[in-house]
T-cell receptor, first 116, second 112 residues
Framework: GAGVSQSPSNKVTEKGKDVELRCDPI?????LYWYRQSLGQGLEFLIY????????KSGLPSDRFSAERTGGSVSTLTIQRTQQEDSAVYLC??????????????FGEGSWLTVV | TQLLEQSPQFLSIQEGENLTVYCNSS?????LQWYRQEPGEGPVLLVT?????EVKKLKRLTFQFGDARKDSSLHITAAQTGDTGLYLC????????????FGGGTRVLVKP
């Protein structure tokens, strides 16, 4: 598709289980972001990939969170041993370059994660 | 405390009225963006401002970037019900300006 694609769109998991969230960025976009958004709130930065550079992982809230980007395209965000406070919408975004000079960033529709 | 503070957090107005949303920080941003988000969707970019003092107009929306590049405002004239949504400001930070930091959002409700 033409936009950023995320899967699954909804995920309900039991506390303690691991989950994987997938992001397919727009073709050719070198920059990829993961954000987390609690209900009706602003976005919390998680991780940023840019080309072959080392990712900026400074936003990951704990070592239970990790992300990979294979071949400079698809990215997977993994949450291990999920906790109820991990419940949120996880948004992926991509752009043709970093945001410094205001490059347009395109967001996916998000993966709604509920930990019960 | 968030790096980007938005105010107000919630705004309810009647159709036809004007509104202003503010985005403030003590940090300097290389660029600042405004997004609008509707329920169940990702944020959609409205505008990017790059130069201190810059003013951009998009139909009924006016965006301003502070001279010091630390703050911004969004003004909507003659609001319509279709303007209802969550408005988010986001600033690019860091030496390479790669980290996009978001404000907490302003939820706008325009009543008919």
């Amino acid at each position: 598709g033409a936009g950023v694609s995320q899967s699954p769109s909804n995920k309900v998991t039991e506390k303690g289980k691991d989950v994987e969230l997938r992001c397919d960025p727009i073709s050719g976009h070198t920059a990829l972001y993961w954000y987390r958004q609690s209900l009706g709130q602003g976005l919390e930065f998680l991780i940023y990939f840019q080309g072959n550079s080392a990712p900026d992982k400074s936003g990951l809230p704990s070592d239970r969170f990790s992300a990979e980007r294979t071949g400079g395209s698809v990215s997977t965000l993994t949450i291990q041993r999920t906790q109820q406070e991990d419940s949120a919408v996880y948004l992926c975004a991509s752009s043709s370059a970093g945001p410094r000079k205001g490059n347009t960033i395109y967001f996916g529709e998000g993966s709604w994660l509920t930990v019960v | 405390t968030q790096l980007l503070e938005q105010s107000p957090q919630f705004l309810s107005i009647q159709e036809g009225e004007n509104l202003t949303v503010y985005c403030n920080s003590s940090s300097v941003f290389s660029s600042l963006q405004w997004y609008r988000q509707e329920p169940g969707e990702g944020p959609v970019l409205l505008v990017t401002v790059v130069t201190g003092g810059e003013v951009k107009k998009l139909k009924r929306l006016t965006f301003q970037f502070g001279d010091a590049r630390k703050d911004s405002s969004l003004h909507i004239t003659a609001a319509q019900t279709g303007d209802t949504g969550l408005y988010l400001c986001a600033g690019a930070l860091g030496a390479a300006g790669n980290k996009l930091t978001f404000g907490g959002g302003t939820r706008v409700l325009v009543k008919p």
